[in-house]
């Protein structure tokens, strides 16, 4: 059994701990936590990732030419917009970091996505 309950669903789990570091920057302003995951919910978040991230190597290869895709709507964002962040470590610890525009507007729907403590303003 893990020593913590699982961030995203709430409940003790049995198998490897998994953490995520997402992170959300909106002009000076930055949101981050660590969640730990079960393994479930662990592949939830990557699915969603893998749809509606990039992983951050390709992400500073393609930025400066090609239009981005909001993190959570996937339509076109300007620059202006937030960015949001997360590093997921999986149960052989292989780091991975993923990238995003974000459209202010869609900040609060991934602030729930990503279980990140309600901004303070
Ligand atoms: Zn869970
Ligand atoms: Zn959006």
């Not at 709430?10 to 936590?33: E, K, M, V």
Request: hydrophobic share 35%; aromatic share 10%.
């Amino acid at each position: 059994m893990a020593q913590y309950p699982c961030s995203i669903h709430g409940g003790r789990y049995a198998g490897p701990q998994q953490s995520l570091y997402p992170a959300i920057l909106n002009g000076n302003s930055a949101n981050r936590t660590k969640l730990r995951a079960c393994p479930s919910c662990f592949r939830d978040q990557l699915n969603f990732l893998e749809g509606h991230f990039t992983e951050a190597t390709e992400a500073l290869a393609e930025f400066s030419d090609n239009p981005s895709q909001c993190g959570v709507c996937l339509d076109d964002v300007q620059r202006s917009g937030a960015a949001a962040f997360m590093t997921t470590y999986d149960r052989e610890q292989n780091r991975l970091d993923w990238f995003a525009p974000v459209h202010e507007g869609c900040v609060p729907e991934l602030i729930a996505l990503f279980h990140l403590p309600a901004a303070d303003r």
